[in-house]
Structure formats: structure tokens, C-alpha cells
């Protein structure tokens, strides 16, 4: 910018350094030093006069305001001074803290895992954003950064929020053409920002997974190569991810997945595994019960894959369960009563309206033998729920143990294990942990199922 140079001040602080930070359309970013020695950035208006000022004055004055509206907001790039003039002749400007670019902090060949949790911890400051009817506008690399171990966004030079002055001239452009969706090269300020918002993290994703300048233009296409993070990546959910960077990328704003589908998923991708509770004790458990009985696209199209994978889903879900069942049985000594008591799980879900269009059950009743009138019972059950063909699932297990008082339907429910999950994608990083997180939870619960059965057997009103 022309006039800024070493050793210029504005307000407490002088400029530091030769070249500037950084520079877009608005202003340019330098770094300074206060009297204290504190160093930080400094970001000033771009000079000139005219109605390109009064443009430029209002898209600042825009930015400062939304910056004050939310002081150490976790997730952005916090003001610390600023200046506002209506004087062409004295310059406008805010301070920040000296941040380090997002594409600088991840290095030259980050891991997948650590791209993915940088930019799902950003979609999760814009979900939180979007809930309060702000969109960012200018989302791309350059716009991001990490600070005190924390990945925040930047330059909200663009930012729109409820109240807010339209100032976008007609035809008028916003950011940058690579990240910029379709619909906000016309009339950005009567576009629905959101998933425009959506679009352009997506593309920021993807440029940042795979190492190039800049994203591939239009819809995320996984079944092509050159865009498929799974031919250019290793990483457990490169498949998982395509889905996702298509359903963010659709044309049709309405089509694409919410800021907070972005960052739920994006987090699932990151999660940590699920452990098993410790079951070295299931062996003694197991004689003891004994002694008290004595005796799982590219070739099909979109909506086939998604029903394969639904099936898929459901087929390991419903084996993790006869695999739970298998081992309480043989762990019991217990038979097998019935394969059929799978609408238990199904009772956890809320009742639906109306018909699902796929819906799922499998449990299985495990009663100790020999007798006629038992006095407990284990079950081991999972429903799957999918309410309309394109909406995400709801699932539901359990692992219980009753108490049966009266064998006309009186039980006293002891629950051992019991999770639901509502609204999880299919084929999704979600959906993978959640069936991980059933399948170690089963394996966990064993040994407590084996403790409550003993404790029911004990009991001398049980054999009464």
C-alpha cells in the first residue's frame, strides 16, 4: 500500500518490517510494535478517495463492529485496537494478534488426520456462526490460521449478519473466484450465505488434503480421480470424506449439507476409537454361573451404493449383536429362547409418524436352562431406522438383564449397555463410529451382564 512504510504509527502502534503480511481487496496486514514491545498485526485500509472509499469505509466499519460484537469468541481472530475515520486523509485500521497462516502450521505434507481436525474444528466455529445468522463470505486458505494451539478464521472483511446493510453492488463479485459458489457471483448480498459458506470449506478442504493451489472447479465428483481424495490420499475415511465434499459442493444451495452436518462429520473422522471396559474377570464370572445353573461406487449409481451401504451397515450391526449373544450364551451356559426380541432397541427410538422406509431389528432372548419358570433373562438387541430413502439413520442397542417376577409380563429391568444415535449419515465417519462404538460397548458389557445375573440368582426369592 502506497504512503506505509517502516517506522509509520498509527495510534500506539509503529509499523515493523519492510513488506506487509498480507493484502487483499480491503487493505493490506503489517506487523507492529507497540512502545511496551508487544508485537502484533495491524490491518489498514486501503487509501483512496471516491465512492470506492465509502464502499471500502463501510465493509471495514462492517468488520470492526462484528469483531467487537464477539471478543475472545473462541475460533476467530480477536481485535485488540482499532480506528475508524471518515477523514480520506487519516487512515482507518484494527489491530490483532500476529497469527500464523493455516497452510504454515500444517507444514508441507501434514497428515490427513490433522488437516481434517484443523478444518473440522474451523466448520465447527462456522456452524456456531450460522446458528446466529453470520456468514464468513471469504472463506479460503488465506483466511484461515492456528494461534495458541487453536485454529481460528480471519479477514472478516465480508461478513454479513442479521441487520446488517446490504453494500454489495449488482454483479459485484465477493472472494475469491476458486472458493466462491455458483450462486455468489450475482447478487452476493441476496444469496443465502450459508451454503455458500459450505462450498467454499469444502474446496479449502480438498486444496489443503491434497497439496495443490487451488480446487477443481464445480461439483466434487469422487468417482473421477482427479477429484478423489481416495486415489490421492491414505486416510481410513478418504471415502467417506468424497461423499461429503459432493454433498457440500451440490449446485443447488439447498442440496448441500448444513455447516453443522460439515463439522459433525469432520469430528467423527477424528474421533478417537472406542475401548472395551476390561473383562478379565468373565472366566470366574463364567463358573460361577455355571455352578448357580449347574448345568460392511464407483460402478453403481449414487442411490445403489447408498442402499448397499445401508444393508451393509445393518448386516454388521445386526452380527455384532448374534456375536454378543453367541458369547453371553456360551459365557451363561444360557440357550437361546428367541431371535425376535429386536423391537426392544426399536422402543429407545422415538416413534416415528409415520412408516420408515427401511427398518431394522435384530435381538436375540437368552434364558438359563432347565427351567420351567425362569427367574432371569438377558437380552441383546439393535434396531436400524432410516424414515425417508435420503435421510440419515437412527439407531438404537441395548444389552439387558431382567428379572422376570411375573411370567405374565412383569420384568424388573437391569440395563447394562444402552446408546442411541439419532440422525446418523449413512456411509458416513459417524456411522463407522457408532457401530465401533456398539461393538466395543457390547464386548464391555459382559462382565457386568455376568455380575447382574449372578446377583438375581443369589437371590433365594429367585428360585421361588
Known sequence: MAGIRAGQRYGQWMIAGEEP???????????????????????????????????RLGRFRDEIAFLLAHPDTAGILPLLDSRISEDPGEASWYVMPVATPIREALGSDPEPGVVVAAIGEIAATLASLAAEGVAHRDIKPDNLFELGGRWVIGDFGLVTYPDKDPRTQHGRKLGPVDYMAPEMRQDADRTDPGPADVWALAKTLWVLLTGQELP???????????????????????????????????????????????????QACTAPPPEARPTASVAELHDRVAA?????????????ERQSRLIEAWQELAQIVADTATELSEQLMFYVHSRDSGYRAAELLE???????DGQSAGWLLLPPGQDRPAVEVVVAAAFRVMREEDPADIAALVRVDRIIDHQGIHEPHEIWTRTYPGIPIASAQQTNAIADIRAGFTGSIADTLRQVIRILSDPAASR
Open 21 to 55: 503480511l498480507g493484502a487483499g481487496s480491503n487493505g493490506q496486514v503489517w506487523r507492529a510494535e507497540a512502545a511496551d514491545a508487544r508485537v502484533r498485526a495491524i490491518k489498514v485500509l486501503s487509501a483512496g478517495g471516491g465512492p470506492g472509499r465509502r464502499y
Open 216 to 266: 477443481l472447479p464445480g461439483t466434487h465428483r469422487p468417482p473421477e480421480g482427479a477429484h478423489a481424495l481416495r486415489e490421492r490420499i491414505t486416510f481410513q475415511f478418504a471415502s467417506e470424506l468424497d461423499l461429503l465434499l459432493e454433498k457440500a459442493t451440490q449446485i443447488e444451495p439447498k442440496e448441500r449439507a448444513s455447516m453443522a452436518d460439515i463439522a459433525r462429520e469432520l
Open 292 to 304: 448357580l445353573t449347574a448345568t460392511s461406487r464407483q460402478h453403481v449409481t449414487q442411490r445403489q
Open 351 to 357: 416413534r416415528p409418524r409415520f412408516t420408515p422406509y
